[in-house]
């Protein structure tokens, strides 16, 4: 009877871990099997991982604290929701309430709709490139305005371009609050609960895709990063864990 409970309450444990992953993104929607137009079969069997984490000071100096494979093309997921979500924040094209939604829920239809109403993936191209981006067919193809398809293509180096450029306006604080905060109602709700308030971050969910895109406020200055994990032969919450963990790591650098 004794090892009956034990392994009642380690199944209930191991049952609580997992949920504890859970997120709004974890539905049929977006863990729907697609057609991928970039997959080989080097990519069906091997995982591809990238991430980038850089601290701004406050004197304008900047620090690389992880790179890795910054400039390949990978399935950005929802964190392509920052991209639809800036451009709309500055062209004034949605109340601040409508952004917050779409981003900390990631709601697809309203990133969509938000795309439509702004003229489609080449005006966001034309946006991004007139901003000063980085912006061509090696390092952002934006097939919708949500990041459910896998025709999306991004990079962690252009997404950095874009956190920067977030970080040094004067609307920073605002729209920072619009992302998701660990503890706080949206995708990032049961992640990172050691960081509460210092995270504010894009997630991205797909069937073999995870991703984390966002900043973290750190003593030393504000953290800018982008991890991209995508081709994915392991769960979704063993990949958040580890992204969670590499959040972690580098914010405690930058202490």
Request: charged content about 20%; hydrophobic content about 40%; glycine content about 6%.
């Amino acid at each position: 009877m004794n090892t009956l409970r034990l392994l009642l309450v380690l199944s209930a444990l191991m049952s609580q871990a997992a949920w504890a992953q859970l997120t709004t993104e974890d539905t049929e929607e977006f863990l729907a099997d697609q057609f991928d137009p970039y997959l080989t079969p080097d990519k069906a069997v091997n995982p591809t991982y990238a991430h980038v984490f850089k601290l701004l000071r406050p004197n304008g100096t900047t620090k690389v604290l992880a790179l890795k494979n910054s400039k390949v093309l990978l399935k950005p997921a929802s964190t392509m929701k920052i991209f639809t979500g800036w451009w709309a924040y500055q062209e004034k094209a949605r109340t601040d309430a409508y952004l917050g939604q779409m981003l900390r829920d990631s709601v697809n239809s309203m990133a969509q709709d938000t795309l439509v109403k702004l003229g489609g993936t080449e005006a966001m191209k034309d946006y991004y490139i007139n901003l000063g981006l980085t912006v061509n067919n090696t390092t952002f193809i934006p097939a919708d305005g949500s990041g459910l398809s896998y025709a999306n293509q991004s990079n962690c180096a252009v997404q950095i371009e874009l956190l920067e450029k977030i970080r040094r306006d004067g609307d920073y604080n605002t729209f920072k609050r619009l992302l998701a905060r660990p503890g706080l109602n949206g995708t990032l709700k049961k992640r990172l609960l050691s960081l509460k308030g210092v995270v504010f971050a894009k997630t991205g969910t797909l069937k073999k895709t995870a991703a984390l895109s966002g900043f973290i406020e750190a003593p030393q200055g504000t953290i800018v990063f982008c991890v991209l994990s995508d081709y994915l032969n392991t769960t979704l919450a063993v990949e958040r864990a580890r992204i969670d963990n590499m959040v972690i790591k580098n914010y405690n650098l930058a202490r």
